[in-house]
């Protein structure tokens, strides 16, 4: 039993590793520092100061525009319904999200497609934050040629 929890504990601490922090308090008292131990702690740091608190009211290195910050906040709200809706591509609370992105009516299409199609990105496991979420849908939309200008900052 002892051997499993340890594994467990391993495997979550690598797949944490190798995830980019990206801004909140965990990236700012972690900044600069490499290897698996920062980006644990800097990840798990995060987790505990709410990363979602930092995008929403951009401080601590989180610099969003205010659709993003409405989002975030979104999220928090109704996160569980919001995966819902994104696993099928399709609910009120999707068309919540693109109403808070302001995402116009020509993009929505696209919008839930690239969601649904990435639901496994944004929710990369049962555990994953509403922070971790935004994070993951934003890195999405940048991505996306037609879609980044609602992220832009």
């Given at each position: 039993m002892k051997k499993l929890i340890a594994g467990a504990i391993l495997l979550g601490a690598s797949s944490m590793a190798f995830a980019q922090p990206g801004c909140g308090v965990g990236a700012m008292i972690w900044k600069g520092q490499s290897g698996i131990a920062p980006h644990v702690l800097a990840a798990t740091t995060n987790g505990i100061a709410s990363q979602t608190v930092s995008m929403t009211f951009g401080i601590v290195g989180c610099h969003t525009n205010e659709s993003v910050q409405s989002m975030a906040m979104l999220?928090?709200?109704?996160?569980?319904?919001?995966?819902?809706?994104?696993s099928r591509g399709e609910g009120e609370n999707l068309e919540a999200m693109a109403a808070?992105?302001?995402?116009?009516?020509?993009?929505?299409?696209?919008?839930?497609?690239?969601?649904?199609?990435?639901?496994?990105?944004?929710?990369?496991?049962?555990?994953?934050?509403?922070?971790?979420?935004?994070?993951?849908i934003v890195a999405l939309l940048e991505k996306n040629k037609s879609l980044s200008k609602y992220v832009t900052a």
């Open positions: 999220m928090d709200a109704r996160g569980a319904a919001i995966a819902a809706d994104i808070a992105l302001a995402v116009t009516p020509e993009d929505r299409s696209e919008f839930y497609k690239l969601l649904s199609r990435n639901f496994n990105i944004i929710f990369p496991n049962s555990e994953t934050t509403s922070g971790e979420a935004v994070s993951n």
